[in-house]
């Protein structure tokens, strides 16, 4: 289910207690994605942002989201038996930028309209 959420392989999360979280702009909107998850996400530009279990006092937000992702590493691979396959070999897969095969003048269309990851 998390991988059709998301729209990818995998949701790397951090678990945190739900009320020492505060978001810094607004607040999310809800989608209960079954009768014991629900998860929040940006109204205005649909980012996915975290996921609960409906009740619960924990909170697991979305690494991605924050301004420093790399700063909280996965510690747990949490529903294994749904990786993908290919997953196992992404490793190994020839590697380039974003800068590498795009042209310039289409990098300038492709500054975010998101919220800023600095404010």
Known sequence: MCQKAVGAPFWALAETD???FAWTRGEPAWFRSSEAVE????????????????????????LASLDHPEAIAPEQEFGCESRI????????LPRSTTEATTPAAALKTYASRQHPDHD
């Open 85 to 92: 396959a290919w997953l196992e070999r992404i490793g190994s």
């Open 18 to 20: 739900a009320a020492s």
């Open 39 to 62: 998860r929040g996400f940006c109204a205005r530009c649909g980012t996915s942002l975290h996921f609960r279990y409906v009740g619960a006092d924990r909170l697991d937000v979305a």
